[in-house]
Nanobody, 115 residues
Framework: EVQLVESGGGMVQPGGSLRLSCAASGFTFSYYDMTWVRQAPGKGPEWVAGINFGGDSTYYADSVKGRFTISRDKNKMYLQMNSLKPEDTAVYYC??????????WGQGTQVTVSS
């Protein structure tokens, strides 16, 4: 059974940090490009960051560049989030993709940035 399980969300004050994890199982993780996508209340999904299957190329939305860092190891993907802002509040989802046919999503983890 394919599973992507996010963890590490929570509530943090502005300027704080969180580290999200996405644990993968049931498929060959090393074959898949990985992405973080977030959705804020009342808004559409927003692509946040991506990392290729080899882990040697990373990509960031302008809104998080310089503050967030995406990484991966054998069976997990991570998102280190620093200097958090209230506008980073959202449910964060991890996505695995191999081409356009094999696409898997996690259930999401809530991140709330508030004083």
């Amino acid at each position: 059974e394919v599973q992507l399980v996010e963890s590490g969300g929570g509530m943090v004050q502005p300027g704080g940090s969180l580290r999200l994890s996405c644990a993968a199982s049931g498929f060959t993780f090393s074959y898949y490009d990985m992405t973080w996508v977030r959705q804020a209340p009342g808004k559409g999904p927003e692509w946040v960051a991506g990392i290729n299957f080899g882990g040697d190329s990373t990509y960031y939305a302008d809104s998080v560049k310089g503050r967030f860092t995406i990484s991966r190891d054998k069976n997990k993907m991570y998102l280190q989030m620093n200097s958090l802002k209230p506008e980073d509040t959202a449910v964060y989802y991890c996505k695995a993709a191999r081409g356009s046919y094999f696409v898997y999503w996690g259930q999401g983890t809530q991140v709330t940035v508030s004083s």
